[in-house]
């Protein structure tokens, strides 16, 4: 197994309002060490526009363990853990650099494309190779990415606009920013069910992601409209699951799915607390069956 191993410094503006890295900084970290890796062994960005391929990512796993900071920095390991006839699964572990501690896992689900029709294309043998020199292991089984429960009455819907900010140079946006579409929709259902940041600082409740499963299906390109649907599942006492379904709205096609494995948490120590029950009151239109 070839690993390659990147180190990034927490900046700032990479932090959320508990003063956490925001999620979707997970996900940029994530890409620029597999470009990196990628470029290690003679494919960088050049070399695939030269035989005129790309990959993209068609799904991710992302587990969070423990939060990294503003000044800390993280070094990020990821390796191929395998290859099939299209697609490739690509794993990355984030250590924090001062005490080695692990604080987050995820795999990414790569697809082989022709660059021009954006086709699905076999990955050559010499590019394997060069991955895997030792050979190639038995492909890992793809879960399907979960169902999501059918949406309750007060399903949340929220639209935005695609910016030019949100593209990257394969033209349609960058997969990290659809769940930066996520993170706003979960804060905007939060301030219409009567719970806004400030209510929750206040009382002293944080909501923190443990889990994000992510499913790419087509791609936004720049001026597309997007509603966003979301809704709760499964609520216990300290966590619960979010669900995000992204269409586009020209067509009704669905873009993206997400589901969030959320912790109610003291935001002064990170411990799990009970979730309220005037807070599940709240949601209980928005809490599917």
């Known amino acids: 197994m070839i690993t390659f191993t990147r180190t990034f410094r927490i900046r700032s503006y990479e932090c959320d309002a508990y003063g956490h890295v925001n999620n979707v900084n997970y996900l940029r970290y994530m890409q620029e060490a597999a470009f990196d890796a990628s470029a290690s062994?003679?494919?960088?960005?050049?070399?695939?526009?030269q035989i005129n391929r790309l990959f993209l990512i068609r799904g991710t796993e992302i587990e969070y363990l423990r939060p990294l900071l503003y000044g800390d920095s993280v070094a990020v390991t990821t390796w191929v853990v395998d290859f099939r006839r299209v697609r490739s699964q690509r794993a990355y572990e984030f250590r924090r650099a001062a005490d080695n501690e692990l604080v987050a896992r995820a795999v990414t689900d790569w697809v082989f494309l022709d660059r021009t029709n954006l086709r699905p294309v076999s990955i050559p043998d010499d590019l394997i190779q060069t991955f895997m020199p030792d050979g190639v292991p038995p492909a890992q089984p793809r879960p399907p990415f979960p169902e999501p429960p059918a949406p309750p009455p007060g399903a949340f819907h929220m639209r935005r606009r695609v910016g030019w900010q949100e593209i990257d140079s394969a033209q349609h946006v960058n997969n990290a920013a659809y769940l930066g579409y996520a993170d706003d929709a979960g804060m905007?259902?939060?301030?219409?069910?009567?719970?806004?940041?400030?209510?929750?600082?206040?009382?002293?409740?944080?909501?923190?992601?443990?889990?994000?499963?992510?499913?790419?299906?087509?791609?936004?390109?720049?001026?597309?409209?997007?509603?966003?649907?979301?809704?709760?599942?499964?609520?216990?006492r300290v966590s619960a699951n979010r669900h995000f379904i992204m269409r586009r709205m020209r067509d009704n096609a669905i873009l993206t799915r997400v589901r969030t494995h959320y912790a109610w948490v003291d935001p002064a120590n990170g411990r799990p607390i009970r979730i309220p029950a005037d807070f599940l009151s709240d949601f209980a239109a928005n809490i599917a069956a």
Not at 43 to 49: I, M
Not at 217 to 225: P, Q
Request: net charge negative; charged share 30%.
């Open 41 to 49: 062994r003679g494919y960088d960005q050049n070399r695939y526009a």
């Open 188 to 236: 905007e259902v939060s301030r219409a069910y009567g719970w806004p940041l400030e209510r929750l600082t206040a009382g002293g409740i944080g909501i923190i992601a443990r889990k994000h499963q992510i499913e790419y299906r087509e791609s936004a390109m720049l001026g597309d409209e997007i509603e966003i649907e979301t809704y709760v599942s499964d609520a216990k």
